[in-house]
């Protein structure tokens, strides 16, 4: 069974910077497309950044330019850098496949905020 780990979650300030962490079990790794989604309350879990297989990446418009997603297959680790971070950046961040084919994890809480 796949399990999904994510961490680097905090407060931070508006315009500064947090490195989130993915780590998966299983051999599936290598072969998925992966993906940072995030939910706020009231809303529907939205898609922020994916990476395929073959490290193509993808953005929602909200973080095309200050996000950047990337991926290690020797750890089966999966990271998203934020930068420039803004207070509609605060969410819970999940990682799973696009599209979605695992359990969720507990995710891990970003909060921009003075």
């Known amino acids: 069974q796949v399990q999904l780990v994510e961490s680097g979650g905090g407060l931070v300030q508006p315009g500064r910077s947090l490195k989130l962490s993915c780590a998966a079990s299983?051999?599936?790794?290598?072969?998925?497309?992966m993906a940072w989604y995030r939910q706020t309350p009231g809303k529907e879990r939205e898609l922020v950044a994916s990476?395929?297989?073959?490290?193509?990446?993808g953005y929602a418009r909200s973080v095309r330019g200050r996000f950047i997603i990337s991926r290690d297959n020797n750890k089966n680790t999966m990271y998203l850098q934020m930068n420039s971070l803004k207070p509609e950046d605060t969410a819970v961040y999940y990682c799973?496949?696009?599209?979605?084919?695992?359990?969720w994890g507990q995710g891990t809480q970003v909060t921009v905020s003075f």
């Open positions: 299983g051999s599936m790794f290598r072969t998925n497309t």
């Open positions: 799973n496949t696009s599209p979605v084919k695992f359990d």
């Open positions: 990476l395929s297989s073959i490290n193509i990446p």
